[in-house]
């Protein structure tokens, strides 16, 4: 069965460095990855798109790489700030029907000033 | 205002009970998504609609029903609330073939004691 793995251990991280997060897959070809972050008790908000034939996408401080030979994608945030902090998701789609999306669990980021 | 709008934003329910949790969007999307949220599980899909007359079951529909009863309104009711329905759950839109983002509510909490 499709497999979506988010390291669920927080990750705590010094302000202004480079927050990775990660997320892996098995038993799935798909489409595009999305990462969505998600605060506490509200819903998750969109980052990121990136599709099977794209390498990397950034957008301002944010970047995300797709390897579809290792199953993985890295979510980086450089020069992380305490309002980064938030859990993040991630996500995997494929094309066509009701454009199918699996979520992974998330990953939660603190940011430590 | 939100795109996307539930309530109740939460709710403690009896066993047994019937309970509607509803949703709407201004972002004009055919789109319409129900989800769940448990710790550990990610978010898990339960009935989509891709507009007022197309309604299908996702992963966890059992115990659950739906309602479009407009483009911009769709409901889930729980028939007989049981404590293991006691979740997170968030409606969410996306607009129609080709688009890939999702736009989530702020979420209902829900609890059945």
């Known amino acids: 069965s499709q497999k979506i793995e988010q390291n669920s251990e927080a990750l705590n991280i010094q302000e202004g460095k480079t927050a990775t997060l990660t997320c892996n897959y098995t038993n799935y070809s798909p489409a595009y990855l999305q990462w969505y972050r998600q605060d506490p008790g509200r819903g998750p908000v969109f980052l990121l798109l990136?599709?099977?034939?794209?390498k990397e996408k950034r957008k301002e401080r944010l970047k995300v790489t797709f390897d579809t030979t290792l199953k993985q994608s890295l979510f980086h945030i450089t020069a992380s700030q305490p309002a980064d902090s938030a859990t993040y998701l991630c996500?995997?789609?494929?094309?066509?029907?009701?454009?199918?999306?699996?979520f992974g669990t998330g990953t939660k980021l603190q940011v430590i000033p | 205002d939100a795109d996307v709008t539930q309530t109740p934003r939460n709710r403690i329910t009896k066993t047994g009970k019937r309970i509607m949790l509803e949703c709407s969007q201004t972002k004009g999307h055919d789109r319409m998504y129900w989800y769940r949220q448990d710790p550990g599980l990610g978010l898990r899909l339960i009935y989509y609609s891709f507009d007022v007359k197309d309604i299908n079951k996702g992963e966890i529909s059992d115990g659950y029903s739906v309602s479009r009863q407009a483009q911009a309104k769709f409901s889930l009711s729980l028939e007989s609330a049981i404590p293991n329905q006691t979740a997170l759950y968030f409606c969410?839109?996306?607009?129609?073939?080709?688009?890939?983002?999702?736009?989530f509510g702020q979420g209902t909490r829900l609890t059945v004691v």
């Open positions: 969410a839109t996306r607009a129609g073939q080709g688009s890939t983002e999702a736009f």
């Open positions: 990136i599709r099977e034939n794209e």
């Open positions: 996500a995997l789609g494929a094309y066509g029907g009701y454009q199918k999306v699996t």
